[in-house]
């Protein structure tokens, strides 16, 4: 997405109110809601980060997640079917379509159900992942818990799961 086509997003943002945009997301929010139901795909991160950088951009309530926050994640499994990251920084965030070497946290996951069960579940132990062997974690984990606060309150928004 442009920057002008950010801008302009951005400031579509405070103009309308959050449940219009939601509907303005329709096409993202069932691509995303598509994506959680079938299987995880490399498609699976590139859509949950592109709907957070979307969701960013217009709802006013989930930029706050990244208030003062800067961080670079990155996704994938053990098999490198799935591999994507992310950047944050004052305040925006950018979609990583590949594996990237410079990360504040990269997290391996067994398989692409293992991803989805950390980044989905209600009590989200990351803990209890590692303990099982279905995530290993390079990195702070506080930023793991961070990002799924954030996977979690958009698809609650978004109300797809």
């Known amino acids: 997405m442009t920057r002008l086509k950010q801008f302009f997003l951005k400031l579509l943002s405070w103009f309308l109110p959050d449940r219009l945009v939601l509907r303005l997301m329709r096409k993202q929010i069932e691509d995303l809601k ?15 980060l592109g709907g957070m ?3 960013l951009l217009l709802l006013r309530g989930f930029r706050r997640n990244l208030a003062g926050f800067s961080g670079r994640y990155l996704f994938r499994t053990e098999d490198g079917a799935v591999a994507a990251g992310a950047y ?20 391996t996951f067994k398989d692409p159900a293992a991803l989805r069960k950390f ?12 303990l099982a062997n279905e995530v290993s974690v390079d990195g702070n984990l506080n930023y ?9 309150d958009l698809v609650h928004r978004l109300g797809v799961a």
């Open 53 to 55: 950088g979307l969701a």
């Open 144 to 152: 793991i818990y961070k990002f799924g606060f954030m996977a979690r």
């Open 88 to 107: 944050f920084a004052n305040g925006r965030m950018q979609v990583l379509h590949k594996a990237d070497n410079v990360y504040d946290v990269a997290v």
């Open 34 to 48: 598509r994506a959680v139901e079938g299987t995880l795909t490399d498609k699976f991160l590139e859509i949950l």
């Open 119 to 130: 980044l989905f579940s209600c009590d989200q132990d990351i803990l209890a992942s590692i």
